[in-house]
């Protein structure tokens, strides 16, 4: 029989119910660095792109470095225009989560995927959208599948490789003519 120390024992139905209490408490407080501070933006990269393609992949690695804050930033934006209540912690086959409820312009909940980030913090490593029904990461990776292939099979050619990265660049141009209500440019 092998024992664990104490201190390694975790009560994660607990680390829930407070990630829960701090994140709702870091949006209607508008607290950024609180915020910033429970998510895992690097967690959340590597449910979308495998890690070994990512170490094994310069492109990937910058890429991974502009896209962690953009995230953190879309998190923020989306969650600040609703009102977020913690409502529970549940644990299913996915693990440990965190419940929301948002509400604002319509009502949505999300099921926040729990982790830990290099810290050892309990942290956002996931979501799941009851109105999208799959997890963002899951979105994200068809979305990278279809622009940038051979980065997410680990080609190694850079020539592909930039021009893959070139065609995210054209997606954010795409998503700005879209946002700003330029419809004859998208």
Known sequence: MVVCPTSLVFNWQAEAEKFGEDFEAALRAKTPNELVQLLDSAGRFYRIFPKDVVDDNRQLKQARLGWEPKMRQSVQ??????????????KDADGMKARFRLSGQGVNYWDILLGR?????????????????EYFSETQRRLFQQLI??????????????????????????????????????
């Open 149 to 186: 292939p051979g980065l997410l099979r680990g080609t190694r050619s850079k020539a592909l490789a930039d021009a893959e990265l070139r065609s995210i660049q054209k997606l954010k141009e795409l998503t700005t003519f879209l946002r700003e209500g330029h419809d004859a440019s998208f």
């Open 117 to 133: 980030n290099i810290a050892g913090r309990v942290c956002m490593v996931d979501y799941l959208g009851y109105t999208e029904g």
């Open 77 to 90: 934006l989306v969650l600040g225009t609703f009102r977020v209540e913690f409502l529970r912690a549940v």
